[in-house]
Antibody, heavy 127, light 107 residues
Framework: QVQLQESGPGLVKPSETLSLTCSVS????????WSWIRQPPGKGLEWIGN???????NYSPSLKSRVTISIDRSMNQVSLKLSSVTTADTAVYYC?????????????????????WGQGTTVTVSS | EVDLTQSPGTLSLSPGERATLSCRAS???????LAWYQQKPGQAPRLLIY???SRATGIPDRFSGSGSGTDFTLTITRLEPEDFAVYYC????????FGQGTKVEIK
């Protein structure tokens, strides 16, 4: 079964770029879609963005100017880059998987929500 | 962007009681792409319900989802000790959003 593991620096300085990697094991990265979610300390979940059908991306409007999500198929990894970070970006960052079914007769996809999550990695923004 | 408002913020109940959690969207949720997650302290969220009313794999049948359009409900018919947690709704249409969460605590 698919397992996800986030990794990256636990401490990032203000104004720098946060870079995280999600390593996918137990399945092909190309078979699914991928999402990054974050959770500030003591607060709720915030969607950051998705990469789907291997190349399409969708970002939260509030983060769009600073976010890049990409896939490295050779490494079976999904990456997140968040630029110009501030203390408000301090959070647990999760990667998660979702999938879709193709309804060929209708020519469209039915999407499912996030059914496999990594354990999360804590990122603190501080000088 | 679809805003989701969950109520109540906190639900204080005893084991064996029924829990009813509400999620209201600022506009109609496309294709009923509404999910519910459970999160316990220090853990990642777990998917409970997708498509507003379908249980995810391995989820006990005491969890059920209902609703359409802008009003959705998660019901837990008889609370077990392991059900005390925070519950989030999420719409996964075009731009995804989460509700702010409902904490179900032991009374």
């Amino acid at each position: 079964q698919v397992q996800l593991q986030e990794s990256g620096p636990g401490l990032v300085k203000p104004s720098e770029t946060l870079s995280l990697t999600c390593s996918v094991s137990g399945g092909s990265i190309s078979s699914f879609h991928w999402s990054w979610i974050r959770q500030p300390p003591g607060k709720g979940l915030e969607w950051i963005g998705n990469i789907y059908h291997n190349v399409n991306v969708n970002y939260s409007p509030s983060l769009k100017s600073r976010v890049t999500i990409s896939i490295d198929r050779s490494m079976n990894q999904v990456s997140l880059k968040l630029s110009s970070v501030t203390t408000a970006d301090t959070a647990v960052y999760y990667c998660a998987r979702y999938r879709s079914d193709l309804y060929a007769s209708l020519g469209n996809y039915y999407y499912y929500p996030l059914d496999v999550w990594g354990q999360g990695t804590t990122v603190t923004v501080s000088s | 962007e679809v805003d989701l408002t969950q109520s109540p913020g906190t639900l204080s109940l005893s084991p064996g009681e029924r829990a009813t959690l509400s999620c209201r969207a600022s506009q109609s949720v496309s294709s009923n792409y509404l999910a519910w997650y459970q999160q316990k302290p220090g853990q990642a969220p777990r998917l409970l319900i997708y498509g507003a009313s379908s249980r995810a794999t391995g989820i006990p049948d005491r969890f059920s989802g209902s609703g359409s359009g802008t009003d959705f409900t998660l019901t837990i018919t008889r609370l077990e000790p392991e059900d005390f947690a925070v519950y989030y709704c999420q719409q996964y249409g075009n731009f995804w959003t989460f509700g702010q969460g409902t904490k179900v605590e032991i009374k």
